[in-house]
C-alpha cells in the first residue's frame, strides 16, 4: 500500500512506470504481429540474395539485390543475366542456383558523349544560379559556347554512389574501373549526354553530341563532330552512319579496327576507356 502511495506521488516514478507498462504492452502486440502476420521469406530467395553482391544499384532495373531476387524466386524474371555490378560470376552463380543455362553477360560501362572541356570550349555568359546542371541547362541551355555540351556542375557526380564519376578540366568523366553501369547518372543528365556502352577495351565513340552544321559546330568546340564522313567512308563493317550533322557508331557492329580514329579531324572519335582524374582513355 505504501508502494501505490508513493507512485501516486513520486512525480518522477509514476511517469516512470506508465511507460515501463506502454512498452511492455507494445513488446506483447509486436511478438503477437510477429507472430500471426509473419511472412514467409522463399527459401530461393533468400538463396539468391547470398549470391548477389548486395550493393543495390539498380542497375538489374529493380528497386536492389533483393527486390531482384524475389523476382527470380517468384518466375516473374527469368533474366539471370541482368546484375551489372556482379558481371558474368555473379550470373554464372545465379544461373547454377536456379538450375538453368548461365547466359552470357556483355559488360556495359556509362560513357559521357561530350569533350568539351574548359581548353575546347568557352563562355557564353556568367552563370551565377544554382551550381547544378538541370538549373543551368533551363537557362539558354547552360554558359557553355556549346549547348550541346556537358556543363560540369556534377549532377551524375551527386548521384553516383561507386565514386565513378568525376569533374575534371570542367566536364565529367567516368572511371570505367568504379562504374556498375546502374544507369542513375544516365538519368540525372539533364543534357542526355551520359550513355552504357559495352565495355570493351578499345571502345570507339564519336564523343559529341552537337548537331549544329560543321562551321558553327566547331566555333562551339575545337573537337567537336563537323559531319565530314571521312569515318564513315573508311569503316570496313559500315557500323558508322550520319545522324543530324552527326556521325554515329553502332556499337554492336563496331569491330574496333581504329581506321574511324585516324581519319577524323576533328578527333571527335574517341578510343579506350578512361580510369580516375589525370589519365588518358586506355584499353582495359
Given at each position: 500500500m505504501n508502494f501505490v502511495i508513493l507512485a501516486i506521488t513520486n512525480p518522477i516514478l509514476l511517469p516512470a512506470l506508465i511507460g515501463a507498462g506502454i512498452?511492455?504492452?507494445?513488446?506483447?502486440?509486436?511478438?503477437?504481429?510477429?507472430r500471426f502476420f509473419s511472412v514467409e521469406v522463399n527459401p530461393l530467395q533468400k538463396t539468391l540474395e547470398d549470391v548477389l553482391p548486395g550493393v543495390n544499384c539498380g542497375g538489374c532495373g529493380y528497386s536492389g539485390c533483393a527486390a531482384y531476387a524475389a523476382a527470380l524466386a517468384d518466375g516473374s524474371e527469368p533474366l539471370t543475366t541482368l546484375c551489372t555490378a556482379g558481371g558474368q560470376d555473379t550470373a554464372t552463380a545465379v544461373a547454377e542456383v536456379m538450375g538453368v543455362e548461365a547466359g552470357t553477360v556483355v559488360p556495359t560501362v556509362a560513357h559521357v558523349y561530350c569533350q568539351g572541356t574548359t581548353g575546347n570550349t568557352a563562355e557564353r555568359y556568367v552563370y551565377t544560379g544554382p551550381r547544378n546542371c538541370a538549373a543551368a541547362a533551363s537557362l539558354f541551355s547552360g554558359p557553355n559556347s556549346c549547348t550541346y555540351g556537358c556543363l560540369?556542375?556534377?549532377?551524375?557526380?551527386?548521384?553516383?554512389?561507386?565514386?565513378?564519376?568525376?569533374?575534371?578540366d570542367g566536364i565529367a568523366h567516368v572511371n570505367h574501373e568504379n562504374c556498375t553501369a546502374c544507369g542513375k547518372c544516365v538519368a540525372a543528365c539533364p543534357k542526355l549526354l551520359i550513355e552504357m556502352i559495352p565495355k570493351h577495351e578499345l571502345a570507339t565513340t564519336v564523343t559529341c553530341k552537337n548537331c549544329w552544321p560543321a562551321k558553327a559546330a566547331r566555333q562551339a568546340c575545337k573537337v567537336a563532330c563537323i559531319a565530314c564522313g571521312r569515318c564513315v567512308k573508311v569503316c570496313p563493317v559500315n557500323a558508322i552512319v550520319m545522324e543530324n550533322n552527326l556521325a554515329v557508331i553502332d556499337q554492336e557492329l563496331c569491330i574496333h579496327c581504329g581506321e574511324c580514329v585516324k581519319v577524323c579531324p576533328t578527333k571527335a572519335i574517341r578510343e579506350g576507356l578512361l580510369k580516375g582524374p589525370g589519365t588518358r582513355p586506355e584499353a582495359v
Amino acid at each position: 500500500m505504501n508502494f501505490v502511495i508513493l507512485a501516486i506521488t513520486n512525480p518522477i516514478l509514476l511517469p516512470a512506470l506508465i511507460g515501463a507498462g506502454i512498452a511492455l504492452l507494445a513488446g506483447i502486440v509486436i511478438l503477437l504481429v510477429f507472430r500471426f502476420f509473419s511472412v514467409e521469406v522463399n527459401p530461393l530467395q533468400k538463396t539468391l540474395e547470398d549470391v548477389l553482391p548486395g550493393v543495390n544499384c539498380g542497375g538489374c532495373g529493380y528497386s536492389g539485390c533483393a527486390a531482384y531476387a524475389a523476382a527470380l524466386a517468384d518466375g516473374s524474371e527469368p533474366l539471370t543475366t541482368l546484375c551489372t555490378a556482379g558481371g558474368q560470376d555473379t550470373a554464372t552463380a545465379v544461373a547454377e542456383v536456379m538450375g538453368v543455362e548461365a547466359g552470357t553477360v556483355v559488360p556495359t560501362v556509362a560513357h559521357v558523349y561530350c569533350q568539351g572541356t574548359t581548353g575546347n570550349t568557352a563562355e557564353r555568359y556568367v552563370y551565377t544560379g544554382p551550381r547544378n546542371c538541370a538549373a543551368a541547362a533551363s537557362l539558354f541551355s547552360g554558359p557553355n559556347s556549346c549547348t550541346y555540351g556537358c556543363l560540369g556542375f556534377g549532377d551524375c557526380v551527386a548521384v553516383c554512389e561507386f565514386n565513378a564519376l568525376y569533374i575534371e578540366d570542367g566536364i565529367a568523366h567516368v572511371n570505367h574501373e568504379n562504374c556498375t553501369a546502374c544507369g542513375k547518372c544516365v538519368a540525372a543528365c539533364p543534357k542526355l549526354l551520359i550513355e552504357m556502352i559495352p565495355k570493351h577495351e578499345l571502345a570507339t565513340t564519336v564523343t559529341c553530341k552537337n548537331c549544329w552544321p560543321a562551321k558553327a559546330a566547331r566555333q562551339a568546340c575545337k573537337v567537336a563532330c563537323i559531319a565530314c564522313g571521312r569515318c564513315v567512308k573508311v569503316c570496313p563493317v559500315n557500323a558508322i552512319v550520319m545522324e543530324n550533322n552527326l556521325a554515329v557508331i553502332d556499337q554492336e557492329l563496331c569491330i574496333h579496327c581504329g581506321e574511324c580514329v585516324k581519319v577524323c579531324p576533328t578527333k571527335a572519335i574517341r578510343e579506350g576507356l578512361l580510369k580516375g582524374p589525370g589519365t588518358r582513355p586506355e584499353a582495359v
